[in-house]
């Protein structure tokens, strides 16, 4: 591996940190960017397959779009291979948390998961971009928010700008 191999693979896993962070705070245009036009996703183990740019961001615009649904979607333990000049594939560790809020940030479920992320990315004008994503879970699971004693939301990006109530 050359000194030049690092570069790419760093941009990688920032490609992939942005794909995060976008999907977290909603930050569609943005995230869409990051997908070659002609990408792909299995979502779910293939639950959700998609054969294009527009079909993955209208499930995840319509699946994640609404602000009641707080994700956090944290990857590590890259294993990114260039397979070319210009391509490359990256398995990730992906750790999830998605808080459906009731109202007044009570009730709800809360669903934690883990999974791997298979992904293909291609470099188009120079950038790198994700032309396949898709992971299968090793665990998922859902509780209820409902009755849980003292559970309450202090603290949302969409609805307290991010600001704690405990400040």
Known sequence: ME???????????????????????????????????????????????????????????TSMGTTSMLTSHKCHHPEIDLTGPDTARGVWALEDVVVLSGEGGTGGVTIRGAAFYTDDYVKVGGEWRIKHTGYKRTYEEIQSREGVPGLRLTADWFNTDGRSSLI
Do not use: N
């Not at 779910?44 to 993955?56: Q, T």
């Open 3 to 61: 000194p030049a191999d690092l570069v790419e693979i760093h941009a990688i896993e920032r490609l992939k940190y942005a794909y995060l962070r976008c999907l977290d705070q909603k930050l569609w245009d943005e995230l869409e960017q990051l997908f070659t036009e002609d990408a792909t996703a299995s979502y779910g183990g293939g639950a959700a397959v998609f054969s294009d740019r527009a079909g993955i961001m209208d499930f995840l615009r």
